[in-house]
């Protein structure tokens, strides 16, 4: 992959998440792969991983990232317009810097491509930001 986002647009069963899968067969299991179907009611938890219980403990607000989005090189997101706010951040800071935050630490990602597939382009304009960040 060239390193670049790639964002899959069209109507309901032309095939978008079964091209991602198959991205997946040829990257991303050497690499690791994540893949998420979000809706408006998704939460951070689902893309990023939970909160970590011993590090709240120890006042710290961290997640446990392993098998989540911050630690695969390949990201399979479906109807990534749908998103909230909390999830549409995170994305973008990872999108564009490959960089995550975890509490108060800049974690450096894997992600080689995250593919997004929509059955509509965004009409929101907060979403716009999000749109950008796809080169395809």
């Given amino acids: 992959l060239a390193g670049q986002h790639i964002l899959l647009l069209g109507p ?5 998440s079964e091209l991602g899968r198959r ?9 690791g792969y994540f893949e998420r179907l979000l809706t408006k009611f998704s939460t951070p938890e689902e893309l990023f991983g939970p909160l ?3 590090g709240l403990e120890q006042d710290r607000y961290e ?14 997101v479906d109807e990534v317009f749908k998103a909230n706010s909390a999830i549409l951040n ?3 800071t990872v999108m ?3 960089l995550y935050h975890n509490g108060n630490e800049r974690i450096a990602v894997p992600l080689q491509c995250m593919l997004g597939a929509s059955n509509e382009l965004p009409e929101s304009e907060e979403l716009q930001a999000l749109h950008d960040r796809f080169l395809i």
Avoid: Q
């Fill in 23 to 31: 991205l997946h067969h040829v990257f991303g299991r050497r690499h």
């Fill in 90 to 92: 995170g994305l973008l």
């Fill in 52 to 54: 970590s219980v011993v």
């Fill in 63 to 76: 997640r446990n990232t392993e098998g989540y989005l911050p630690t695969a090189s390949v990201v399979f």
């Fill in 96 to 98: 564009n810097e490959r």
């Fill in 12 to 16: 309901p069963g032309c095939g978008k």
